[in-house]
């Protein structure tokens, strides 16, 4: 009988060894994808900066295009969700307000990509095969995109009407749902069949 307890205690420690070196080696490659973001960041430059002053000045260049694209979306998409709400909007193509009051500036930072990114890379690194890598990469873009339309929608009306609620809202309560969202859509994507 102690035999038995000796051979399940040596198994345990070796499954527990397994998971410890799998959870390193997750985090080693969070910290990998959390400093190549950086990099990128450093490479393409942040908005503050003149695209002269920025390391790569065409690459900038290229890479604002494609954010002012994306802030066209963001922006006419919120437009459209407060317009289907009975709200008349005025939008500068950086600032979108509900008419006459005030309004929600639409920075680098807040366009997603950051956030596209990280998905795109945590899906990268799942063990979920190549085509279902490819869907979910595909469909989780649409999902920040549009969870992004309507978050910004909801704080051009928080600033309006729950000004006070406007700095909770933005830093956590928002990005606790697109976080919970993505996290939901993840584990549905990893999850055994």
Known sequence: MPAFFILLFSDMSRQQTKNVKDLSLFLLQLLAIWLSWKGIVYITGEERIPLEERLFP??????????????????????KVLNIGGYATENTGYVLRIKDRHGVG??????????????????????????????????GIPIVVCLNICRFAALCYITVYHHHLMKFSHEYFFSAIVLGVLMLYYLFLIRKT
């Not at 890479?63 to 922006?75: K, Q, Y």
């Open 58 to 79: 065409r690459l900038s260049e290229q890479w604002e295009a494609l954010n002012n694209a994306m802030r066209w979306v963001v922006l006419n998409g919120s437009e």
């Open 106 to 139: 639409l920075g680098n930072y807040c366009l997603g990509f950051q956030l596209i990114y990280y998905f795109s890379m945590l899906i990268f690194i799942s063990d979920l095969s190549n085509t279902r890598k490819l869907f979910a990469i595909v469909t």
